[in-house]
């Protein structure tokens, strides 16, 4: 009969190295007290009341995440600037996997595009990369009870931001040259293309409402659990 081994403790499982943002990690598994560290942050914020502090919570959340992956580092210092620049939704929900099955996902832990197809604006392209918590962050200052003005004024500061991180290049240099401004998308888009583009790369091209007109929902935080 062949013999059972019942062995027991994050200690004993084999540990893969892994990158993300050019840092090199251990997967380590998750400890107990570790779990309930990310537990603890999960239950002081009600993320589903839209009056929620989201901004405090991803600072919270990045202090969280950064000690965890600081002992988990390969001789590099992470610190929650870095977490709120490296990570999103994305890519945190991927890592966190890994580290409590032990099983490698078959792709990047870096914030990768939705899709392989660009999406573009009066034929220039940008990848549809996901938001970092630093932006998750910006977003969730989008104003709730303000004038039609200041909403579609806010949505297209934000997302030129956005843009400009996210260009590709083009047939025209001296096009990709030139930062996306405000005024150039409310120049070229209608108010319903601002919430659309904002919401694809807020959630991708699959998700509810992203090819509706409805505005896009509030720093759709995830707890990490």
Known sequence: MKNIKFAF??????????????????????????ELELADLGDRYDLENENAP?????????????????????????????????????????????LRTGERPHETLNLKPWTDEPLTI??????????????????????????SRAITEFTAAHLAELLNVRALPSDNPDQDQQAVTAN??????GAAELQQILTLIQNGPNADGAETEDPPSEAAASTPS
């Open 54 to 98: 989201i901004s405090t919570y991803l600072e919270e959340q990045a202090q969280v995440l950064a000690t965890l992956l600081a002992t988990r580092a390969n001789g590099q210092a992470v610190d929650p600037g870095w977490m709120l620049d490296h990570l999103g939704v994305q890519n945190m929900t991927a890592m966190l996997a890994f």
């Open 184 to 189: 150039w998308l409310l120049d070229h888009l």
């Open 9 to 34: 403790g994050t200690g004993t499982r084999k540990t893969l190295p892994f990158e993300i943002g050019g840092v090199t990690f251990f997967s380590r598994p998750l400890t107990s007290r570790e």
């Open 122 to 147: 009066e034929g220039r392209p940008f990848t549809m990369r996901p938001l970092t918590f630093r932006e998750q962050a910006r977003l969730a200052a989008f104003p709730q009870d303000g004038s």
